[in-house]
């Protein structure tokens, strides 16, 4: 079991930036591949960034990309998305979720087994 704490949501004005975190427990945290999704009021869910559990290939939905970085520090079991110039349209709940498969599939919503209880990112125009 895993369990994950997300932080680092809020209200930003639009061009401005947020760090959001997510720390995750137990001992093989670089074992994870790991991913950042948000979701919107009437909308489904989506993938917004994704990294391996090397940290050496990461992925990006096209309306971050040039925007948002993801990262990871293993040895802090935290991974990061970095978010800049930030618009009204990323406003939603921002998950991270953990896929612990031999296969990775980062767009899946179903490939990940493990998500957190969310935070809220709100982009004022």
């Known amino acids: 079991q895993v369990q994950l704490v997300e932080s680092g949501g809020g209200l930003v004005q639009a061009g401005g930036s947020l760090r959001l975190s997510c720390a995750a427990s137990?001992?093989?945290?670089?074992?994870?591949?790991m991913g950042w999704f948000r979701q919107a009021p009437g909308k489904e869910r989506e993938i917004v960034a994704a990294?391996?559990?090397?940290?050496?290939?990461?992925y990006y939905a096209d309306s971050v990309k040039g925007r948002f970085t993801i990262s990871r520090d293993n040895a802090k079991n935290t991974v990061y998305l970095q978010m800049n110039s930030l618009k009204p349209e990323d406003t939603a709940v921002y998950y991270c979720?953990?896929?612990?498969?031999?296969?990775?599939?980062?767009?899946?919503?179903?490939?990940?087994?493990?998500w957190g209880q969310g935070t809220q990112v709100t982009v004022s125009s």
């Open positions: 979720a953990v896929s612990d498969r031999v296969t990775f599939y980062p767009n899946e919503f179903h490939a990940y087994d493990y």
């Open positions: 990294i391996r559990r090397s940290g050496g290939r990461t």
């Open positions: 137990g001992r093989t945290f670089g074992s994870y591949d």
